[in-house]
Each structure stands twice: as C-alpha cells, then as structure tokens.
C-alpha cells in the first residue's frame, strides 16, 4: 500500500519561507505526476503545484512567482519551496497524484501557518 508522507510545515512570519518534502512509499513514485493540494479551514481542499513526469510544472495563480514545486525521483520525494508566504497560505498541505482520480489515500498532511 502506498503511504504519502509530508513533512516541513511549521509557523512563520509574513514575507517568510518553508521547504515541504513528501515521501512516497513504493516504487511507482517516478511513473505518476505529482501535486501539493492545500486545505484551510473552513475551505475545500485545493490544487496549487503539480509536476509532471518529465518534470514540466504548474502553479495556481495565488501562489504562482512565489512557490517552486521539484521532484526527486531517487528519492522518491516532491517538494514544495514557499517564499513570500502571505496569511492567506495558511493551511495543511497535502501530496497525491495528479491527475487526481481516485489518488493515493491522504497523508496526515503538514500544517503551514503564516501569522505576525
């Protein structure tokens, strides 16, 4: 079974940055297209970065020239480098496949909180 697991949220200031790491278990990691879904309170969960399998990538206008999404297929991982985080961005984020489909089941996410 598939385990998604998020990493390198935490609390900061406006104007600041985080680096998220996903990890996914298994081998099918460099066959499937990624995304960095966020879900604040109170909202439906959202798509803000995908990367493709040959690497090609796309953001959500809220967050496009200040999140870079990157993948490392040795590693298995995907991230998402946040710079110039606003209130706005605060949310859990989330990896899974992209295109979604059925998808992978949900990890348990990490929080990003951006507040003064």
């Known amino acids: 079974q598939v385990q998604l697991v998020e990493s390198g949220g935490g609390l900061v200031q406006p104007g600041g940055s985080l680096r998220l790491s996903c990890t996914v278990s298994?081998?099918?990691?460099?066959?499937?297209?990624w995304g960095w879904y966020r879900q604040a309170p109170g909202k439906q969960r959202e798509l803000v970065a995908t990367i493709a399998r040959d690497h090609s990538t796309n953001l959500s206008d809220s967050v496009k020239g200040r999140f870079t999404i990157s993948r490392d297929n040795f590693k298995n991982t995907v991230y998402l480098q946040l710079n110039d985080l606003k209130p706005e961005d605060t949310a859990v984020y989330y990896c899974?496949?992209?295109?979604?489909?059925?998808?992978?089941?949900w990890g348990q996410g990490t929080q990003a909180t951006v507040s003064s």
């Open positions: 899974n496949v992209d295109p979604l489909g059925s998808g992978f089941e």
């Open positions: 298994g081998t099918i990691f460099r066959i499937y297209g």
